[in-house]
């Protein structure tokens, strides 16, 4: 233990009392709530599969850090809100990330911020092939029972650049230089089963067919009856995706620009929601649905038009698919469709509460491993939420589930949800001020390590109830069993 000389300072603003600072010799650290999380990675093994997929053409004896040691804390880095490497000179040296890279707090320093830059430098493209597969494996390992249907929305987030980074360029529509990272996430379990980088004014569908189709020959060797069904917005309106979906066998439901044709089909539906409103006062929806062929189509595609109307006035979106039912369930079509509002906020969550935005290594591979860091912190906390969910019933009570709750009553649950589970829904925000940002004393003995935590501690027993969540499942999968499944719904 290494302490700045002995100091002390007072300070007499507290009317009744001297207040002294001081240090002393004990291990502290702020991040405690990263121990059940530790302990749930390394029993499912998520950061040990992800290291072992990299290349580390590193030799000699004066090696001093793994890949799985680096790997662990620059995941749960993240987790705990530290965005890149540089904070990482001061937590090399803290007990907790000493404890979940596997070291005891008096053992030697982490790897710093130069390690870890060259570590993230020495990814090369067979290292992020191979991350690829250990995705794909891991988000089928996490299902227990063979699902009949998966839901996938793919979509894109703006990166800023702030230096000379490879293959950024100037974005018009975002007015900056960028990245355009790219992620497909399973609306079943929140998970990020893809990711891809691409330079910044890459159209977002490029290489999206080559990702689906890999994608789609792992998931149907794994489960060969499994239907598959992608969500996006206009962005990937293309006929290369429709067509790669098509082929696939993958329904799909894409968000479509309004045209002039669209307009004109959907003109009388607007006139009709306009005079009921007028009449009754009330917001008015409206669906129609319709064979459509634009110019660069080579055959005909069903279009399903919304048609809202309220008083900030009438508002047309329109989705092309080839869903079974879009033609005679337009509302249910849409509907479905606007349900991927859910992954969008995650995909918020990782460019912002995560940090995914903070690409900004020189090398464009470097930056592409970095986004896989930040995904698979994503996904390792995706998996703990899914773990502690404890969802109130709807109310009032339905007879339906929970996915056909539409409208206020749907909105109704979530709220109550939000407020009732709030780790089960919780941002990564939440989850740091709720469980990961905890002051703990760390003591080690002969045989044990000791982290106390104060007992006047507001969120102790959101503390106690991920622990026990966690260590259950650990002695579950150890004897066979498998509590965090998702249903074969």
């Known amino acids: 233990m290494k302490q700045q000389g002995v100091w002390q300072e007072t300070f ?4 009744h009392r001297t207040i002294v600072v001081q240090p002393v010799e004990a291990y502290f650290s702020t991040d405690a709530g990263l121990l059940p999380l530790g302990q749930f990675d390394q029993t499912l093994g998520l950061t040990q599969q992800f290291a072992e997929a990299l290349i580390d053409r590193r030799q000699g004896p004066a090696l001093k850090h793994s890949f799985l040691e680096m790997t662990r804390m620059r995941v749960f880095g993240i987790l705990a809100g530290y965005e890149d490497q540089n904070d990482h000179d001061a937590l090399r040296r803290d007990a907790v990330f000493k404890l979940i890279a596997g070291r005891l707090p008096e053992d030697a320093e982490l790897a710093s911020q130069p390690t870890l830059s060259r570590f993230e430098n020495a990814i090369g493209p067979a290292s992020l092939k191979n991350l690829r597969k250990v995705f794909v494996e891991q988000f089928i390992a996490s299902f227990h029972k063979p699902p009949r249907h998966l839901t996938f929305d793919v979509d894109c987030f703006d990166d800023p650049a702030h230096g000379q980074q490879q293959l950024i360029f100037f974005h018009g529509f975002y007015d900056q230089y960028q990245y355009l990272p790219r992620v497909i996430t399973c609306a079943e379990n929140d998970q990020v089963v893809m990711a891809a980088l691409l330079f910044g004014t890459a159209p977002p569908s490029l290489g999206l067919v080559d990702d689906l189709k890999y994608l ?3 998931l149907r060797e794994a489960w060969p009856g499994v239907q598959i069904t992608i969500r996006a917005d206009s962005g990937f309106a293309v006929p290369e995706v429709y067509e790669g979906c098509e082929q696939l066998g993958i329904h799909y439901t894409i968000g479509l620009k309004m045209n002039p044709v669209l307009k004109r089909q959907s003109d009388p539906l607007l006139a009709e929601a306009v005079a009921c409103y007028e009449q009754s006062g009330r917001p008015q929806r409206r669906f129609t ?6 110019g660069s189509w080579p055959e005909a595609r069903f279009v399903v038009v919304k048609v809202e109307v309220n008083a900030l006035g009438s508002n047309r979106r329109a989705v092309v698919t080839n869903r079974p039912g879009g033609p005679v369930l337009p509302e249910a079509t849409y509907d479905e469709y606007a349900q991927r509002g859910e992954s969008e906020n995650r995909n918020k969550e990782l460019k912002c509460s995560l940090h995914a935005d903070r690409l900004s290594d020189h090398r464009f591979m470097a930056n592409y491993f970095r986004l896989y860091l930040h995904c698979l912190a994503a996904n390792l906390l995706a998996r703990v939420r899914a773990l502690v969910a404890d969802p109130p019933p709807p109310d009032p009570p339905s007879d339906l589930p929970i996915e ?14 939000r407020q009732a589970d709030p780790l089960g829904r919780g941002h990564a925000q939440t989850w740091r001020l709720r469980l990961i940002k905890v002051a703990a004393q760390i003591t080690v003995s002969v045989r044990r390590v000791w982290v106390q935590l104060t007992g006047s501690w507001p969120f102790l027993h959101h503390y106690r109830q991920v622990s026990a969540a966690v260590n259950a499942f650990c002695s579950a999968l150890s004897q066979g069993d498998c509590p965090l ?3 074969s719904g």
């Open 12 to 15: 007499d603003f507290f009317p």
């Open 289 to 294: 649905a319709f064979p459509y062929q634009a």
């Open 216 to 218: 789609v020959e792992q």
């Open 485 to 487: 499944a998702i249903d």
């Open 404 to 417: 056909a709750l539409a409208g206020r009553e749907r909105k109704r649950h979530f709220n109550r949800r």
